[in-house]
């Protein structure tokens, strides 16, 4: 079964820094789209940000300008730079895989943002 493993979470303070990085634990053929979702407490699963195969991005209105997602094709792997961060970020982020019929999703993990 393969999954997807996030790295690059944590606490920092507002206007700092984060890379998220996601990568699958195997192969998986056919990617499409890429993207990272987050999460907050009492709040519905959203969209941050997606990036297609061909490189075309989209951006929820919330992180444009400040976040910034990329992938890398030949390793399977989808970055996401945040930038500026405020408290209001602050969520457990969730990358997400489309490979056909098929969707993967990591573990999640936690972004702390203090003001």
């Known amino acids: 079964q393969v999954q997807l493993v996030e790295s690059g979470g944590g606490l920092v303070q507002a206007g700092g820094s984060l890379r998220l990085s996601c990568a699958a634990s195997?192969?998986?053929?056919?990617?499409?789209?890429m993207g990272w979702y987050r999460q907050a407490p009492g709040k519905q699963r959203e969209l941050v940000a997606v990036?297609?195969?061909?490189?075309?991005?989209n951006y929820a209105d919330s992180v444009k300008g400040r976040f910034s997602i990329s992938r890398d094709n030949a390793k399977n792997i989808v970055y996401l730079q945040m930038n500026s961060l405020k408290p209001e970020d602050t969520a457990v982020y969730y990358c997400?895989?489309?490979?056909?019929?098929?969707?993967?999703w990591g573990q999640g993990t936690q972004v702390t943002v203090s003001s």
């Open positions: 997400h895989f489309a490979a056909g019929p098929r969707d993967y």
């Open positions: 195997g192969s998986i053929l056919r990617i499409n789209a």
């Open positions: 990036i297609s195969s061909g490189g075309s991005t």
